[in-house]
């Protein structure tokens, strides 16, 4: 398998690496990711819950959603391709994981510099006083939850239409233009502006891997894409 011993040979001679992971690498996790099959979208449109149109117009069928989903980050583990990345981190002077990720998986795995892109399931933001603290109660006693002030309270996400954490992409970007190689895993690479990382990260010289379990929109702008559970192949790279 000539791509498997390539991207192990660019990942060893690495000094400088940058990981965007998305919601595949936590599908062998047991977490549905949002497009493929059986997706979580799969039962709503995302316009339908992940904007802030769609909380304002019912907080508590969004609240349902981040509550179910929550129950079910819970139960969940983070899994081999997760440990995997943690076990790199040690080994490169340079690690940057960029995470399209909610659900703190990789940082239950141990990761240790992760830049969630798309905020936090497990934080709470208040939409009167916009004060943001951490909520692991899973399920939540009532719903929808709020804030000691009153307000009524948001996921600490970032939804669609709404601009990411100040600071997040030019960090992203940065990470991603200083490395040697890029590993893309477990995303369609729809959503932007963090799929904009990948050709970024091309442009910038790095040598970009991608690990799916099939062809996205990406696979035609990477220099290798692995096709297998991210799982499975992860372990193998290192
Ligand atoms: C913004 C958080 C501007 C909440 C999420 C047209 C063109 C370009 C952009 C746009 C456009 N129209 C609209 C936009 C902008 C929009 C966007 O990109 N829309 C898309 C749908 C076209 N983006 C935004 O709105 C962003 N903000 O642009 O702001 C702005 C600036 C200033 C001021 C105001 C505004 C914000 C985007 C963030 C949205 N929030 N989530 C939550 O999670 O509840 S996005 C959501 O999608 C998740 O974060 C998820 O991670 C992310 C990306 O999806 P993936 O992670 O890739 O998951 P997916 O299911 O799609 O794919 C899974 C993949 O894994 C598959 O490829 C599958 O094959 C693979 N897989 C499965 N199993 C495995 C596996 N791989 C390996 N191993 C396995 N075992
Ligand atoms: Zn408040």
Redesign the pocket.
Known sequence: MADLEQARAWIAAATSLAVL?????S??SGIP????AG???KNYK?ED??TPEAFAKDPRLVWEW?NW?RELIAKAAPNA?HRALVELEKHKPRFTLIT???DGLHDRAGSGKILK???D?WRMRCTACGANWPDRRAPLPKLPPHCACGGLAR?G????????PDGMMKEAEHAAASAQVALV???????????SLIPYARHAGAKVIE????E?AASAQVDCALC????ELLPLLL
């Open positions: 992971t998305g919601a595949g690498i599908a062998e990711t949002f497009r493929g997706g979580l979208w995302p819950l992940a981040y989903r391709a399209q990720n909610v892109l798309h905020g399931i996921p996400v970032v939804w669609f239409g709404e601009p990411l895993i477990g995303t369609s690479a729809v959503v932007h502006p963090a799929a690990i799916n379990i099939e996205t297998g559970p991210a799982g």
